[in-house]
């Protein structure tokens, strides 16, 4: 059964530069692509960075050059460093286990429980 768990959240200033990390207790990872999603009170859920098993990546407009999604095969986990950080960035984060073709990420139905990153103003 796959169990993710999401860490590095909390209350962060405007700008500030936190790592969101989500580590996969399964023992195949390599295989699958990855992704970041978040959700902000009374939003829906959006795909903020996904990456494949290749390491191709995708992001949202509103992170673009200020996410950057990795992952490190050898310890089962996919960050998602996250900088210049502003207010409407505050959201739950959930890390997603899911597929990858045509340069499109396709969702899983294995999520963590979130992680919350609050960003003040």
């Known amino acids: 059964q796959v169990q993710l768990v999401e860490s590095g959240g909390g209350l962060v200033q405007a700008g500030g530069s936190p790592r969101l990390s989500c580590a996969d207790s399964?023992?195949?990872?390599?295989?699958?692509?990855m992704a970041w999603y978040r959700q902000a009170p009374g939003k829906q859920r959006e795909l903020v960075a996904a990456?494949?098993?290749?390491?191709?990546?995708k992001y949202a407009d509103s992170v673009k050059g200020r996410f950057t999604i990795s992952r490190d095969n050898a310890k089962n986990t996919v960050y998602l460093q996250m900088n210049s950080l502003k207010p409407e960035d505050t959201a739950v984060y959930y890390c997603?286990?899911?597929?990858?073709?045509?340069?499109?990420?396709?969702?899983?139905?294995?999520w963590g429980q979130g992680t919350q990153v609050t960003v003040s103003s």
């Open positions: 990456i494949s098993s290749g390491g191709s990546t």
């Open positions: 997603n286990i899911g597929g990858w073709n045509s340069g499109r990420y396709y969702p899983g139905d294995s």
């Open positions: 399964r023992r195949i990872f390599t295989i699958d692509a």
